[in-house]
């Protein structure tokens, strides 16, 4: 099943949005590292100009956890099977509809460091579905996102 996860972070204190590939502790300080930096077209380890793992934090280690939390089938983890969303079970095929929204919504507003929901909505077209949300973070910024998925 292709997926694609695309955001764009706005800084609440300023209005301006803030490059998702902004330089380690650009978006938050020099908070403790939350994630390794992902390509966003391929999703391999990104390397830093001396071949080193880049890491990120503050806002876009949160953007980046709520795209690995929805993009994680249950049972994905061999490590921890109730890591995941039920994607077989509820979310995929004929289900009811405000249960998948419902999942959704409890997946981002579960995530560590998100604050709220300013806006979001599910769209199921044919075989396609959409998770679009607007979530406040514990880091004065907003995350714009996105989720594509198609089968």
Known sequence: MPASFSFTLISTSTGSTVPANAPFGAIAGADAVRDFRLDAITGDLVLDENG???????AEG?????ASRLQTFAGEVFLDLGIGLPYFEEILGKHPFP????IFRNAILETPGVAGLESFSVTKTGRALAVS???STDFS????????LEN
Do not use: C, Y
Not at 52 to 58: E, F, K, M
Not at 62 to 66: K, W
């Open 52 to 58: 080193d793992l880049q890491v990120i934090s503050g």
């Open 62 to 66: 949160v953007a980046s956890d709520i």
């Open 99 to 102: 249960r998948i929204e419902e």
């Open 133 to 135: 949300f607007r979530a």
């Open 141 to 148: 910024t907003i995350i714009d996102a996105t989720l594509n």
